[in-house]
């Protein structure tokens, strides 16, 4: 039974670029997550997304960040015009129903 | 603003011994709690859950501890081995805007711990 897959693992823009992130969750699970993780940081909660909706946003900065979870396909991340400080370690996590998130092993954004 | 930190950054320990890690939160309703273990260049993987009417539940070779009175979480791991050598989060759950079942995590900052051979 495969894990949460995410790809690319790494991913290098330049400013201005777009970055496009993607998340597969396990099968059977409808959850998806996906958190922010600076160098030495823990992980900071962006979105909650279920199939086709977004469920909590509260983490997701107002401006360039945007994510959905078609009924076919990964969960998406976009960044729009990507800056420096946008560089992180981006995970994704999925779950059956509530509580126990399993983790993908993440993807990690430069921005040069 | 309330958020879940941890009190060492990083622990060192011997082989064989045992490790103890600790976590203060400040978010009285929080009322489930995680621990997980992050290694190098991969993601979180969940260690061990508890729910705030636990004070202790034991898996294999680690313990967690509640005491809701002071705040405090810890995590215990039993005769450490170098596989254990990682980041260690706790992290709270919240309940989602919308209220429904599922719930996003406040991780703390992380303690590295390294076992020592």
């Known amino acids: 039974n495969a894990g949460v897959m995410q790809n690319p693992r790494h991913l290098v823009r330049r400013r201005g670029q777009e970055a496009r992130l993607r998340c597969s969750p396990m099968?059977?699970?409808?959850?998806v997550y996906w958190y922010r993780q600076l160098p030495e940081e823990g992980l900071k909660f962006m979105v909650y997304l279920q199939k086709e909706n977004i469920i909590d946003e509260s983490g997701m900065p107002k401006e360039r960040f945007s994510a959905e979870f078609p009924k076919e396909g990964p969960s998406i991340l976009r960044i729009q015009q990507v800056v420096r400080g946008d560089s992180a370690a981006y995970f994704c996590?999925?779950?059956?129903?509530?509580?126990?998130?399993?983790f993908g092993p993440g993807t990690r954004l430069t921005v040069l | 603003g309330e958020s879940v930190g941890l009190h060492l950054p990083t622990l060192s320990v011997q082989e064989g011994d045992n490790s103890i890690i600790n976590c203060a939160y400040s978010n009285s309703a929080s009322d489930y709690f995680i621990w997980y273990k992050q290694e190098s260049g991969k993601g979180p993987q969940f260690i061990i859950d508890?729910?705030?009417?636990?004070d202790k539940r034991q898996g294999q070779r680690v313990t967690v501890l509640l005491n809701k009175t002071v705040k405090h979480l810890s995590l215990q791991i039993a005769a450490t081995q170098p596989g254990d050598s990682a980041v260690y989060f706790c992290a709270e759950n919240q309940r989602s805007a919308s209220g429904g079942s599922n719930y996003k995590l406040t991780f703390g900052k992380g303690t590295l711990l390294t076992v020592n051979p």
């Open positions: 508890i729910r705030s009417n636990m």
């Open positions: 099968k059977g699970h409808s959850h």
């Open positions: 996590a999925s779950s059956p129903t509530y509580n126990e998130q399993f």
